[in-house]
């Protein structure tokens, strides 16, 4: 991967997104459906104290035509009334530079790209630059597929034109694996992606990943564990009647059962922990061992390779191979590893001790 901007430095959340609550919650529809819909699901929301920002779509991309698409920019002003009665900032999902026009009129707080227009660098270009010396937050989605460096190019295009407020939104990747969720986490993304952007807030959608109430819990359990910076929870007053998204809607009343049953994690510098730092240096000494051997192995390989190039064989002995992966993983699962992390980890030395030996005998 290419290196991303040099000096990347986004404002903290906590400095346009103000909380005492923790987790940090955003909430709200998935789509503005009447003005009775928004102004009693934030009401509600409102009566939980939990809430710091106001979501709803107002105009909602739909795999199929025909579908409810939202009432765009009528429900925009239903929004700026959530925002004067109840105090929220409110955001809203813009796709096109004339959705940045129209909240930027209505003056809507914070501006968030969707999966679908994540996925695309033009219309991404397109957004940034109407946002261009604009003092807005922006949050963006991860694209749909699972594609690290199209989620990181998103937010420099943003951060090149100078926005600064800005925020991750982790909501899952469509895979072709069937699987329990709507949408798969991957959750080595966005680590990845807060190991590439440590000053960059991470938001966890659970709505959009789970597809379905049950499984938000565990979802938000997982990315509380994983140090994310709040959670976008989509909530409706009657969820059953959602014209979007209706199976993965909670009612606002049902917010604070959901996030007390929470448990929330301390940070290494809220908790400075002695055994912590015992185990850590274990870890290190583990490590610089693992290095070594694999250095020792690959000395090993190398020697192979040049004897196999004097007596002019195959590289790729895959009897010896299957040999190995058969002996090591029954080994390794007789230590208690995992089958399927034997396997990766086989497969990776195999293809460096592969590619390590073409160089040589080529
Ligand atoms: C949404 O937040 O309602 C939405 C459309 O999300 P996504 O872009 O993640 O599908
Ligand atoms: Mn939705």
Redesign the pocket.
Known sequence: MEAPVSLFNPLPIESWLPTKQKPLIISGP??AESREQVLDTAQKLHSTGMVSAF?S?VW??RTRPNSFEGHGEKALKWLTEVKNTYGFPVAV?VATPRHVEACLNEGTDIL?I?????VNPFSVQELAEALKGVDIPVMI??P?NPDLSLWMGVIERFYINGINKIAA?H?GFNTYEKSRYR?EPLWNIPIELKSNFPELPIIC?P??IAGTRSLLKDIAQQALLLDMNGL?I?SHHLPEKAL??AAQQIRPEDLPKLINSLKIPLTNEENPCKELEFLRKKIDEFDYQLINTLAKRMQVVNEIAHLKADCKMTILQVKRWNQIIETRTQDGIEKGLHEKFLKNLLDLIHKESIELQSRIIK
């Open positions: 998935c789509s979501r779509g909602k991309p999902e968030w969707g999966a679908r227009t994540s989605k991860n749909l939104v909501r949408n959608d709505s959009h976008m989509e979007t998204d």
